[in-house]
C-alpha cells in the first residue's frame, strides 16, 4: 500500500471518504470564478460560510471594500493549554485565464485521468479546499468526543493575493489585527515535489524572498535617425543590459529585466529608454547592496540605476519550533521516506505579512507535485492530482493536531496523534 494511502495509527478516520469529501469542494470553489481583478470574492466566501455552518462553524465576514470580503472562522480551545492559535490560511481570488490556450474549460472543475482542473486548482482553491475540510474533520471529532482542542485553530479565506493585498492582507493588518491573532499559520509557499524516481520532499516554506523594482535609465540626445550617434540612449541601455546579464542570469542574484522602453517614433532617436528589473531578496539581504553591484557592473555615467519601488523585507519563519516540528512529523506520517527540507520561496504570498506582525508562518503547498504539473500554475490546464487534494488533508490536519489538539484520554502535552 502506498504511504499516503495507509490509515494513520489509531484514526477512526475515512480518508477515502474524506478524499472525496475534498475532492468534491475543490471543484465547487473552482467553478465559482473570482479572477482578479476584479475578484469579487463575495461568492466563494458565502459557499464557504454555507460549508462551515453544516458542521456547526460560525463563521465572519470582513468587508474590505466593495465586493471584496475575507472570511474567518474559529475552533476555539476547550482547554487552552499550548500556545497561541493556529491560522489556516488561503486565498479566494485567481489570476486571469486565456481560454483559447486551455484543453478544459478552465471553470468547470473536471475531473480526467485522474486530475481536477481548473483555475485555482493548485494556487489557491485547491488549498482553500484542504483547509476547509480539516476545519470540518476536526469539528466532527471534537463532536464525537474524539479529541479536544488545546489552542484556537482559525481559518482565514483572503481577498487580493493575486494583485499584491491591498485590500486583502495588508488591510487585514492595518485594520482587522484580532482577525490575525495567532502564534502559527500555515499558507501557500511551499512545495511537496515528485521527483522522476517517485521520491518525495517536502519544502517547508519559512521566508520568501522580497520583491522590488529598479529601472535602469540611459539618457543620451535625441535626433534623426538618418544620423547615427554614439551616445544613442538605445545603446547605452542595451550594453546595461548585456553588462548585468551572466549577474542576472544567475538564479541566486533574483534579478529579472520585465519590461524595456524607449522611443517613440522609427526615425526619432529618443533621449531616453528605460528598463524595468524586479529585483528579489532574502530576509537579511541588502537591496542597496544589489543595487550597488548593478552599478559597478554597468559603470556608465549614461545609465541611472534608481530603486523605484521598495518591498517589504519580511524576517523568516523560525524552523526550530512546535509548528515546524508538527508540519514535518505530519508529513513522515504519510509517507516514512520524505526529506524535509526548510525553503526560501521566489514567491510572494500573504505569510510575508504574517511574519512581519510576529506570527510564523509555514508555506507547504500540501500536493504532491511533479515540476510538469507545478509549472502550470498561473498557466494553462492548471490541475491537481484527485489523490494530492486528499494528501493535503491529511497533511494539514495532521499537523493541526499535533500542535493543537489531544486525543480522548491523553494527558495534557502529549499530542493527539505522536
Request: hydrophobic share 45%; no cysteine.
Amino acid at each position: 500500500m502506498p504511504p499516503d494511502e495507509a490509515t494513520s495509527h489509531g484514526s477512526s478516520l475515512d480518508w477515502a471518504a474524506i478524499g472525496d469529501e475534498v475532492t468534491a469542494h475543490a471543484q465547487a470553489l473552482i467553478r465559482i470564478p473570482s479572477v482578479n481583478p476584479p475578484g469579487l470574492e463575495a461568492a466563494v466566501a458565502t459557499y464557504l460560510a454555507a460549508v462551515l455552518a453544516t458542521e456547526g462553524i460560525d463563521s465572519s465576514v470582513i468587508e474590505t471594500a466593495t465586493g471584496r470580503v475575507a472570511l474567518r472562522a474559529v475552533l476555539p480551545a476547550t482547554i487552552p493549554a499550548a500556545g497561541g492559535p493556529v491560522l489556516l490560511l488561503a486565498h479566494m481570488d485567481t489570476v486571469g485565464v486565456e481560454e483559447s490556450e486551455w484543453s478544459v474549460p478552465p471553470f468547470a472543475g473536471e475531473i480526467r485521468e485522474g486530475y481536477v482542473y481548473g483555475r485555482g486548482a493548485i494556487d489557491d482553491k485547491g488549498m482553500l479546499a484542504v483547509n476547509l475540510v480539516t476545519m470540518l474533520v476536526l469539528a466532527r471529532q471534537i463532536a464525537a468526543g474524539e479529541l479536544t482542542l488545546v489552542r484556537d485553530v482559525v481559518f482565514l479565506a483572503t481577498p487580493d493575493e493575486e494583485t499584491g493585498g491591498a485590500v486583502g492582507m495588508e488591510w487585514l493588518v492595518h485594520n482587522a489585527a484580532d482577525a490575525l491573532r495567532a502564534e502559527y499559520a500555515i499558507n501557500e509557499g511551499g512545495r511537496v515535489r515528485v521527483a522522476p524516481d517517485g521520491s518525495r520532499t517536502l519544502l517547508l516554506q519559512v521566508a520568501e524572498k522580497s520583491s522590488h523594482i529598479v529601472t535602469l535609465t540611459a539618457r543620451g540626445v535625441a535626433g534623426h535617425a538618418g544620423v547615427p550617434r554614439a551616445d544613442n540612449a538605445i545603446l547605452a541601455l542595451g550594453r546595461a543590459l548585456a553588462a548585468i546579464s551572466s549577474y542576472a542570469a544567475d538564479p541566486a542574484h533574483g534579478v529579472s529585466p520585465t519590461i524595456v522602453q524607449g522611443g517613440y517614433k522609427s526615425n526619432v532617436i529618443p533621449a531616453d529608454a528605460t528598463a524595468t528589473l524586479n529585483v528579489r531578496t532574502r530576509p537579511g539581504e541588502s537591496l542597496d547592496a544589489v543595487v550597488d553591484e548593478l552599478r559597478r557592473l554597468i559603470a556608465d555615467p549614461a545609465v541611472e540605476v534608481t530603486i523605484t519601488e521598495r518591498g517589504e523585507e519580511a524576517p523568516a519563519s523560525s524552523e526550530d519550533t512546535p509548528m515546524y516540528a508538527a508540519i514535518a512529523d505530519a508529513a513522515r506520517a504519510i509517507d516514512p521516506t520524505i526529506t524535509v527540507t526548510p525553503y526560501v520561496s521566489a514567491g510572494v504570498t500573504d505569510s510575508a505579512r504574517l511574519r512581519l506582525v510576529g506570527i510564523d508562518a509555514y508555506g507547504v503547498l500540501p500536493f504532491p507535485l511533479t515540476m510538469e504539473d507545478e509549472s502550470r500554475m498561473h498557466g494553462a490546464d492548471e490541475r491537481v492530482p484527485v489523490g494530492a487534494l486528499a494528501y493535503g488533508v491529511r497533511l494539514v490536519h495532521g499537523a493541526v493536531q499535533r500542535i493543537a489538539a489531544e486525543s480522548s484520554g491523553a494527558a495534557p502535552g502529549a499530542g493527539g496523534s505522536r
